[in-house]
């Protein structure tokens, strides 16, 4: 389960963001997660409790996530399409000269810290 360094990593993150800034409480972080990054929702929410249980900077923090659809462009018919519905290979004239366009992201979006 990789999820869980992806999550130490999010808090070395956000422990850099919170001493750049001289904040010592995060109420809420917002991660934009992309749909085929490989990271599993469920999986990142449930080490996310166990990690930031351990961690005053974030002990309280709520995490939301964004799911990013995954979207690929087709080169061939200059089309866009469903990549989780339809992988590599283009649903609109079976091309397989194909790449990802959205979809493989994450991102901390956004941090709250309580007033």
Known sequence: MHE???????IDDLKAVAKANDVTSISKVT???GEVSGV???YLTDCWKWASAKDELVKECEIEIEIIPGVTYCEDC???YET???AKVCPNCGSKHTYLIQGNEFNIKQIEVPE
């Open 84 to 86: 989780v519905k339809y």
């Open 4 to 10: 869980l360094g992806v999550v130490f990593h999010i």
């Open 31 to 33: 991660i934009e997660l």
């Open 78 to 80: 200059k089309k866009t």
């Open 40 to 42: 599993v929702e469920e």
